[in-house]
T-cell receptor
């Protein structure tokens, strides 16, 4: 069964450093998303991406965040200068055309020290 | 703005007992409703979804949910729980056929006792 994959599974970085989280969505999907979950809290939407552009972003997704689909398979989330409060589990998701559910990857746990 | 309320933070049930997890949503148009399950340290797995049609939907692992528009609810049920059902359960609402952001509830942690 096709699945969304994410790398790395865990990343530790120092405050102020740049990080790139990588995702490979399901191959025939057209819509891509990033969500985050701070420990013990609910899953929060960050950004959605369709047709090579951002279709919606939340208030969390400020100028420190960016997304890119550099090739036909990868979808990345970049945090330019990490803060302690960026520590969270980051989930990538994708969905297909028409009526479709979102499939989530296993997540990347980001720890900012 | 869309929102989801899961009023029960933590539920404990005995193995073999029935289960109902509550979910209320707020959304102005036709909602697309989902239940996801998250085991400790794992990602989100889709249990079931409601887009339209029959208001009682069946999902994986023996779960079902009923959409009640009049009550703005989408409660998850299982007739007999297994120890492996212990996890965190999230209700979510979306739009545009599921291809826009999902808004999640705060989750319900399910504990199973022998």
């Amino acid at each position: 069964e096709p699945e969304v994959t994410q790398t790395p599974s865990h990343q530790v970085t120092q405050m102020g450093q740049e990080v790139i989280l990588r995702c490979v969505p399901i191959s025939n999907h057209l819509y891509f998303y990033w969500y985050r979950q701070i420990l013990g809290q609910k899953v929060e939407f960050l950004v959605s991406f369709y047709n090579n552009e951002i279709s919606e972003k939340s208030e969390i997704f400020d100028d420190q965040f960016s997304v890119e689909r550099p090739d036909g398979s990868n979808f990345t989330l970049k945090i330019r200068s990490t803060k302690l409060e960026d520590s969270a589990m980051y989930f990538c998701a994708s969905s297909g055309f028409g009526v479709s559910e979102q499939y989530f990857g296993p997540g990347t746990r980001l720890t900012v020290t | 703005a869309q929102s989801v309320t899961q009023p029960d933070i933590h539920i404990t049930v005995s193995e073999g007992a029935s289960l109902e997890l509550r979910c209320n949503y707020s959304y102005g148009a036709t909602p697309y409703l989902f239940w996801y399950v998250q085991s400790p340290g794992q990602g989100l797995q889709l249990l079931l979804k409601y887009f339209s049609g029959d208001t009682l939907v069946q999902g994986i692992k023996g779960f079902e949910a009923e959409f009640k528009r009049s009550q703005s609810s989408f409660n998850l049920r299982k007739p007999s729980v297994h120890w492996s059902d212990a996890a965190e359960y999230f209700c979510a609402v979306g739009s545009n056929f599921g291809n826009e952001k999902l808004t999640f509830g705060t989750g319900t942690r399910l504990t199973i006792i022998p």
